[in-house]
């Protein structure tokens, strides 16, 4: 089996009215036949991945840290117990009667899916699809929110499972920091396909193609104190 | 097999001689027990990544771009030609006679290398191991450097492949964007091991455990133009 040189700029066309509206920060400079507005896309990158890499500025500076994400919709919910203090106090007002200012994100999602090896060092690559989200980040406050988006992050990692283990009592709602960001400022960018060769290395003796990156999945080990009898249910059999 | 709660802690203590001193930045300030500063380990996390998570600051909100790294010794080269102006101008002052004033960014790297499920959806967490890196980072202008970086790039993902390909021209050596990056404030933070579950839950029906992440290969994909008698070099066999 072989695959055509890089075909993501067929993936980049979408239905306008099914795609996010590009902005000066979602256009790239570069590379603008791998980025894509496509809703659907966007969703599928943010759907497979089991974290997400959130970054925020503090004093001045940037930080980008890896958490837990879930998607409800065209809204993320972010995990945002990190050991850091701005994620955990985002749009928290410093009065109580002050509006919520909200923490300015950028949320990057990233999955590796071939090593690409051209016969130039120069054109090796990677084929990838990333999603990028520029946003304000708010804390979600009411406790039902909070509920729903407890149950989104531990169903987007392992879908049914909010259903097969003990919901969050009060105090555990309470203990858990969680950020709200919509999903309007959004690009992905994708590629696919085959090396880049030039013309001119073609007689090369380098071997040029793909080696295709995969997820799997080891066989469970159950807890230390896992009773007798309790079986390893189905849509852990699935994953 | 199982495998005993949270063994994090075990991983954290190092030698103070062959770690990272920690900074105000690099301390957490929720869950320390799973911080880490020996050089070992985060050189292995950042070695074990084909990709890393780059933030800087643009206009003073926060950007994360997934690139490709290599690292060398205790320096990381960084691709930078994502398509950001910021990054591909890093540290290149705006007058040719003043100092590089560098980029401030954030390097962060993720393994995720488990589903751990918990008897209540509070407790549901996720084995990884992650490093963060603060710094300044400069745009690599010296040619030699230049090079080496592009070989280190290439190594990183493919051990032993910058001897197996064609180097780069001064085309593109010139053509290419390359950021140097010290290792000095840097942490790891790792959990392993098995669910924290509570004594009350223990009655529970739900299955606990951790379901493991792994990383494959697929059937190497040859390119359409790949000659005949060309094989798979053992390098790549042997992912």
Not at 164 to 180: C, G, H, Q, W, Y
Request: glycine fraction near 8%; proline fraction near 9%; include cysteine.
């Amino acid at each position: 089996m072989t695959v055509p040189p890089d075909t993501a700029a067929t993936t980049a066309a979408a239905p306008a009215s099914d795609a996010y509206a590009p902005t000066d920060r979602t256009v790239p400079t570069r590379a603008r036949e791998r980025a894509s507005y496509d809703r659907a896309l966007v969703h599928s990158i943010i759907d497979g991945a089991y974290v997400c890499h959130l970054g925020f500025v503090r004093d001045g500076a940037p930080v980008v840290l890896p958490t837990l994400h879930g998607r409800l919709g065209e809204r993320l919910y972010v995990h945002g117990s990190t050991g850091s203090r701005p994620l955990r106090m985002a749009g928290q007002p410093e009065q109580p009667e002050q509006p919520d200012p909200g923490l300015a994100v950028c949320l990057t999602v990233t999955h590796v899916d071939g090593l690409v090896l051209a016969r130039s060092a120069f054109h090796h690559s990677l084929n990838y699809r990333s999603v990028v989200v520029h946003g304000t980040a708010h804390q979600v406050t009411d406790l039902d929110e909070k509920r729903t988006a407890l149950d989104t992050l531990v169903d987007h990692a392992i879908p049914g499972r909010s259903q097969d283990s003990r919901p969050a009592n009060a105090k555990e709602v309470a203990a858990t920091a969680i950020l709200r960001l919509d999903l309007d400022e959004v690009s992905a960018k994708v590629r696919t396909g085959g090396p880049s060769n030039d013309l001119e290395d073609q007689e090369l003796p380098h071997w040029t193609g793909v080696i295709p990156v995969v997820r799997g999945y080891g066989t469970p080990i159950p807890a230390d104190d896992l009773a007798p009898g309790i079986e390893l249910p189905d849509y852990l059999k699935t994953l």
